[in-house]
């Protein structure tokens, strides 16, 4: 089990890295494709079909684009799709939820001061939680309010406003948010899947057997791909969050990401204008600047439980286990020694004024509850506490990583 800790924290690190690959490859080929297509021109002597083009230059070669609206009179010999982009990004994604959020669901997941639940039930809401979205958005693109596509706009936004809120009934702060982007990318990701491909091979399959094919398809998955272009940067955003507990651990943690949808909204605004030759609206600028500076004044009211409440509070199961292991109250006091000035709730540490990473080492409940991470933190390695800061012996690291062995 003591191996076991660290090759689960690498396993979780490999897929992270693969995760921010694959994504930073479909948001690049996704920004690149809209970009291309609002700034395609028309212009005289176009082959049939084909409704723009346009001339680019990268890596010391010219490039010639041109788009066929619907598609071209015969198939080209070779088609490169871009979809497994978006499908390993999803897959990483999933896995690494399942890792850090499933597999340590003790502590990333579940809150006990919000919602007395089981790691199952906890695990069952998150996974069934992420199809709900998609299940209704489809919905109601494939109804008459997908010919009202703002309309639509605002009601995915209200919908991920509810989401917003409900997660944040039930998860850790830093669990709501990252399941926001969850929710968020199921949909991306299930719009290039369930709609975007499919209507794609059904235009290459007319094209095969002489038929020709219907534009209704393109239209279908050109609209898919804006919701896309819209829902990206604020993904980003979620996917970040948590690293700053001023983002995930304040009383207004749900708000946050609910203002960082419309500035994903001004922020592409800006560049598709841009991009397709509309003028640069440099208002969404000063728009963008303003949601910023609200979230950040939102992020000041605190959330977290007093020291007294914590005290009062029945251990978890989880918790039971490491502070009825032998060795937890050498360990106990090692943490409280070197780490609690700055994991307090209330840091004593000159220029701190919320805990690090939201992390609060105080009651045995709060070091119990971290167990995991003080081991890795302060016993498998000496990420912490920062060399300049304190000097934590190698006794008391000894005794952290006794005290985690006995409890596994």
Known sequence: MYDLAIIWDWLGFAVRWLHVI???????????????????????????????????????GFYHIQKYLVAPETMPDHLTWFKWESYATWLSG?????IVYWAGGELF????????????????????????????????????????????MLLLFGMLVVMS????????????????????????????????????????????????????????????STHNNYLTLPVVFLMLSNHYPLAFATANAWIIPCLVFLMGVTIRHFFNSMHARKGTPYWTWAVTALLFIAIAWLSTAPMMDSYEEAEARPLTATEQKFAAATGFEDAYYAVIGNCSMCHAREPSWDGLHHPPKGVVLETESDVARHAKLIFLQAGASHAMPPPNAIQMDDAARREIVQWYRAAT
């Open 165 to 224: 809120w409900g997660y944040n009934q039930i998860f850790t702060g830093r669990a709501a948010l990252l399941h926001l982007g969850a929710f968020t990318a199921t949909i991306m990701t299930a719009n290039v899947f369930f709609i975007i491909m499919p209507n794609q091979r059904i235009v290459v399959d007319d094209l095969k057997n002489g038929r020709t094919p219907d534009p209704k398809y393109g239209k279908i998955a050109k609209l898919r």
């Open 22 to 60: 694959t994504a930073i490859a479909w948001i690049g080929s996704s920004f690149y494709f809209i970009a291309l297509d609002l700034g395609l021109r028309k212009v005289p002597h176009l082959p049939p079909g084909a409704s723009g083009e346009e001339w680019q230059v990268h890596g010391g």
């Open 94 to 98: 999933a896995a690494l939820l399942m």
């Open 109 to 152: 997941l579940l809150d006990p001061t919000k919602a007395d639940i089981s790691l199952f039930v906890g695990i069952v809401i998150s996974a069934l939680s992420l199809t709900i979205g998609w299940l209704i958005y489809d919905r109601l693109c494939k109804s008459k309010l997908g010919e009202t596509p703002t309309l639509l």
